[in-house]
């Protein structure tokens, strides 16, 4: 999910109930930092989704000094 920023993945749920995403980022030590998750109601993912996603990336880099 380089769209939302460096480093970021995602997982992909799916069940009876539909499907899901995670979107975090795990490229520090000792910390997975989940940004969004939420779940799929169309083939392609909402821009309000990534929007939340990147502007919580943006502020952890901030808090981190990143």
């Known amino acids: 999910m380089a769209t ?4 970021v993945q ?3 749920l799916r ?3 539909g499907a899901f995403r ?3 980022v795990a490229k520090f030590a000792d910390t997975v930092y989940v940004l969004h998750c939420f779940q799929k ?5 909402r ?3 990534l929007d939340v ?4 990336y943006r ?6 000094g990143k």
């Not at 939302?4 to 480093?7: E, I, L, P, Q, T």
């Not at 996603?53 to 919580?56: D, H, L, S």
């Open 41 to 45: 109601k169309t083939q392609k993912t």
């Open 47 to 49: 821009k309000t989704d």
């Open 15 to 17: 069940d009876d109930s």
């Open 53 to 56: 996603a990147g502007k919580r």
């Open 22 to 24: 995670v979107l975090y």
């Open 4 to 7: 939302v920023g460096k480093g």
């Open 59 to 64: 502020e952890l880099m901030k808090e981190l």
């Open 10 to 12: 995602e997982i992909r």
